[in-house]
């Protein structure tokens, strides 16, 4: 029962991520779900959320395979470089990972489509990180009180 | 974990990494696999939506606003009759250029059958870098990468990615886009590719010596292999002698309304046909005894919605038409 639950859970997160996507263009809406996994610490869930993410990214962009999975490595990376000094809580540690994570996906967006001789437009992706990097918090927030409602719900049961 | 492990760890990761990297470059299994996969799953869960909203806004146009109807019904029946009548005057045109052609023993131009398909999504994503569309046709409705994809007004742009059910549009005002044209009056060929979005799209390669027309269409010119002769893309905004490089400076607007696409045709060459569906519409159409030359005076409707001399209302497409 409570892996059905967690099963519904996380196919209405990527569904409602798809959807956002779709609206807003050239955000990553499925990071939030990452680092929800990553808070967890349960490997085999972030396994599977961190493929399932890379797959719809790079299965729909419109750049060769490579900059998803490095962004989602980096991510884990900056996530528990960030912990390392800081309370997972604490306001600075969201405000730091958010922005490091906006600059790198500016950097590998670009780094990639450049590697394959694609014109891309700077001032766009300049644009789409920061609001990326903006909307990390806020989302985060929202994921993580819906997740914990879930808990809640989960634990009762 | 000390901080040796942590740096190895980093190491191999890397060599992991660039591993795969160029096992794809040379292989393209993860880019067969992500679009197989992600394409897939995410078509398959935007096209209910785009269902639902089609649905919607089909309801709301056809049963619910449905003011001034009457009004537009008359203006639509007029330019019908119009476009009926220039095409009639043009019947014998036609029917003398094909016996020109031959007696000069020139070859029949080879013909393309048109698939509709619908946009059921944009960028989506941050690794869609690309302008670019997604369509509800995939490799097994004919939509390979390289397809050409047109709507009424003329190029949208080409196949980049598809996978059984879905595939990927590049827009002509995307950097990466590069189709052969060649201007329609004065016949100066060039290389018509984007420059981002809000931003006329550049020809390339024009000769300083050509004299170009601002205004003037741009259609295919078919030498890049990929597109078929003759299709509409833009109009000429500006022409001017660069400073820096031996080519005329050209940009041009597209004249297919990039924003907003709902449908779109595939185009793809009919391998053994011998008879154009689109000519046999025309050689349909009845002969209307009525038809003078005043019936023939208005502009077809394409030139009047989208070019600048068109005089129609809507005077030329604006900037945001190239989004």
């Known amino acids: 029962m409570r892996l059905a639950r967690n099963i519904a859970w996380w196919l209405c997160f990527f569904l409602a991520g798809v ?11 499925l990071l939030i779900g990452v680092i929800i996994a990553l808070q967890e610490r349960r490997p085999v869930q972030l396994a599977w959320v961190i493929l399932a993410a890379i797959l719809l990214q790079e299965g729909v962009g419109t750049l060769p395979f490579g900059s998803a999975l490095l962004f989602y490595v980096f991510a884990i990376i900056v996530f528990y470089g ?63 009180f819906l997740r914990g409602k879930e808990k809640e719900n989960e634990n009762r049961a | 974990m000390t901080l040796k492990r942590a740096f190895a760890l980093l190491v191999l990761g890397l060599f992991v990494y660039l591993g795969l990297y160029t096992w794809n470059e040379r292989t393209g299994s993860l880019n067969s696999l ?25 309801t709301w146009s056809r049963y619910v606003d449905l003011v001034n109807v009457r009004e537009e019904r008359d203006i639509l029946a007029e330019r019908l009759e119009n476009a009926t009548a220039a095409i009639n005057s043009l019947h014998e045109d ?28 944009t960028r989506i994503g941050p690794q869609a870098a690309l302008n670019s569309v997604i369509l509800n046709k995939g490799f097994s409705d004919g939509a390979l990468p390289g397809t050409p994809v047109v709507t009424r007004l003329g190029v949208v742009g080409q196949v980049l990615r598809s996978n059984p059910n879905f595939s990927t549009v590049l827009l002509v005002n995307d950097p990466s886009c590069r189709i052969a044209v060649i201007s329609q009056e004065t016949r100066f060929p060039g290389i018509i590719g984007g420059q981002g979005l809000g931003k006329p799209p550049m020809v390339y390669y024009v000769p ?24 509409p893309v833009a109009w000429v905004e500006d022409a001017r002698p660069s400073d820096t490089s031996p080519f ?18 595939l185009l793809q060459p009919a391998a053994g046909r011998k008879e154009n569906p689109f000519n046999r519409f025309v050689d349909d159409l009845p002969l209307l005894p009525e038809a003078t030359p005043q019936s023939l005076t208005p502009a077809l409707p394409l030139s009047s919605a989208t070019h600048p001399a068109g005089g129609a209302p809507q005077a030329g497409p604006s900037p945001e038409q190239g989004e």
């Open chain 1, 19 to 29: 959807y956002a996507q779709s609206i807003l263009s050239g955000i990553d809406f």
């Open chain 1, 82 to 144: 960030g912990r390392a000094l800081f309370e997972a809580e604490n306001f600075f540690f969201i405000f730091l990972v958010s922005a490091l994570l906006g600059l790198l996906h500016f950097i590998f967006t670009f780094a990639i489509a450049d590697l394959h001789s694609l014109h891309t437009d700077i001032t766009r992706l300049g644009v789409e990180s920061v609001i990326q990097a903006l909307l990390i918090p806020p989302l985060w927030r929202l994921a993580y």
């Open chain 2, 34 to 58: 992500a679009e197989n996969t992600g394409l897939e799953i995410v078509g398959a869960i935007l096209l209910p939506a785009e269902w639902v909203t089609s649905g919607i806004s089909d």
């Open chain 2, 94 to 121: 036609r029917h003398e250029l094909l016996r020109l052609r031959e007696l000069m023993h020139f070859s029949e131009p080879k013909d393309w059958t048109a698939i509709g398909a619908r946009v059921i999504g």
């Open chain 2, 208 to 231: 300083p010596n050509a004299q170009v027309k601002i205004g003037e269409f741009l259609i295919t010119s078919g030498l890049d292999g990929l597109f078929p002769k003759g299709i």
């Open chain 2, 248 to 265: 005329q400076t050209v940009t041009a607007w597209p004249l297919a309304s990039l924003s907003g696409l709902e449908e779109v045709l």
